[in-house]
């Protein structure tokens, strides 16, 4: 049987790297298991769900070069989950409760001011025909439970090894709402069978979930997934991720304009047993993973780490690669441009910056008039090369008495209006005499 992964976002907000290193590890399993890889959509709730953030998810798996084989909504399986669900009735699986959410959260409450766990107590089971006919005239609409038989549930956890968890601990779980919508726990088990999923991998907040969807599973079909639980990551605080925190979506990231292979190379290393480093495609990354690298104990984020990656990518970028970008962001950059300037980039789009140095005239006052003053007499003329630069500062120095700092910075602050940058060997053959000499106030 080959392998079939799919990744099941639910589209309430954007995707952030959590939900992404899920996205990528399913990826990765199924292409190096010479597998598939499905987009789900988890999109039942019609309410929140919303068409905008479908597109988005699609538009941040593209960009990242993380393709699928095949896509589908939830929501154009109604039917199925219907007939599914009545087949589960068939079985006696099935049982209406008519319970309010105030009414359960309130048996939660005593249930866990008397030191037990808030487990659904089945009341609605022990219901007669009598009380639900009262229930329904006084206008409540039931919904519908799951009844989970077996006292414990085992797995064998691709990551976690072996999982064992006590059902009682658990609640049956809710299968269709009182307004007719299936719920995640149940539409999920139906997909993951019908399209004959081998593999479920998804963070560790799924683990009582999985527990709950075997029994799902076991009484619609016989199981053949086999799950994997791998630790969420977390913010730097150590906190939660949140869809709501944008710092972290990839379209915030995409924004900022940091490159698709520095988060890919981020998610593939952080959180494993291997070092956070760059990789040089997506190829080296699906040569190089290994499911059981990934580590069960969270990983954090440091979006430190990430701009130091983008920032070696961009170290890397021949001109020719990214000639098209250059040229949009200003067609006056090329290949002695781009070399010159890039080791100062964090990302690529900061080149801009640079543009406005090298051509634009910004007049320039400098602090020290009569310094700069001697450093335009003895400038030399043009043609100007690597070796410009030294003879013209060692003349400065001779006639000056200033030497290091004292004699670079001021030069430097003078011609670019900046304290740092690229190697003014360089810079200053990209500005030229006559830039030079039109942008300094004197
Ligand atoms: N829509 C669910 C989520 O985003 C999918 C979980 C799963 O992979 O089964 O958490």
Redesign the pocket.
Known sequence: MSTIT?????PTGLLHLG?IR?ALINWLYARTNNGKFILRI?DTDLERSKEEFTSKIKYDLEWLGIDYDETFNQSSRFDVYKERFNQLVDLGRIYPCYETPEELDRKRKLQMAAGGKPVYDRSSLKLTEKQKTDFESEGRRPHWRFLMNSERVQWDDILKDKVDIDLLSLSDPVVYREDGVPL?TFS?VVDDIDFNITN?I??DD?TS?TAVQIELINSLDQNKITFAHHALLTASSGDKLSKRDNVISIEGFRDKHIEPLAILSLLATIGTSNSIELKDNLQQIIDEFRIKTISTSPGRIEIDLLNSLNKKLIQKFDYSEIEDRLKKIDDRIDRNFWETTRGNLDIVEDIKGWGDIVFNSNPIEPADKEFIKIAIDLMPDEPWNDETWSNWTSKIKDKTGKKGKDLFLPLREAFTGMSHGPEMKKLIQLLGRDKILERVKI
């Open positions: 799919r990744f099941a976002p639910s939900n899920t988890d995640y999920s479920v998804r963070g799924h979930n």
